[in-house]
């Protein structure tokens, strides 16, 4: 099952507060800028700084390449506040 897109939209890393990356079929958020993997446990992102790995250069290189391919997006838009009215 995948994670609420409404919950995705507030996910942040505990550590740095920037956007994550969803890999739904690898049950795992990732942090590019820190090379962080998040675990996924039965449908509960494990967001606990001490339990997240960090990934060497290859495994940064492979996930950003497949976010890129597959128009993977951040969890949300750092340059955005979320408390502004919506432009319209």
């Known amino acids: 099952m995948a994670l609420d897109p409404k919950l995705l939209e507030i996910l942040a890393c505990p550590e740095d507060r920037g956007p994550l990356l969803y890999f ?20 509960i992102p494990i967001m606990l700084i001490d339990e997240a790995t960090t990934v060497d250069d290859a495994e940064a290189a492979r996930l950003t390449a497949k976010a890129e391919a597959e128009g993977i997006k951040p969890t949300f838009d750092p340059d955005v506040d979320p408390g502004a009215p919506a432009a319209g």
């Open 24 to 43: 739904p079929d690898e049950d795992m958020l990732y942090n590019p800028r820190l090379k962080r993997r998040y675990a996924i446990t039965d449908d």
